[in-house]
């Protein structure tokens, strides 16, 4: 096996804790569905702050013309 097969297996492993902790509380789908979208929202305003904080200091070329 590659690094990277490892790696993927390290990954659906981590990604197993949390599922298997909100299939134990039997939360309805509809509650789960709208918590995930409440946190991505919030890591995507984050994501977005920080991007538009890099360019306007002038750091954090990586991204390369996200937004211009």
Do not use: C, E, H, N
Not at 10 to 27: E, H, K, N, T, V
Not at 36 to 47: E, K, M, S, T
Not at 60 to 67: C, S, T, V
Request: charged residues 10%; aromatic residues 14%; hydrophobic residues 65%.
């Amino acid at each position: 096996m590659t690094d990277q097969s490892f790696d993927v297996i390290y990954y659906l492993l981590i990604l197993l804790l949390p599922i298997s902790a909100l299939m134990a509380r039997r939360l309805p789908i509809k509650d789960v569905f709208k918590m995930a979208l409440a946190w991505i929202a919030i890591f995507g305003v984050a994501f977005l702050l920080v991007v538009l904080w890099q360019q306007a200091t002038g750091t954090g070329a990586a991204i390369g013309g996200l937004f211009g």
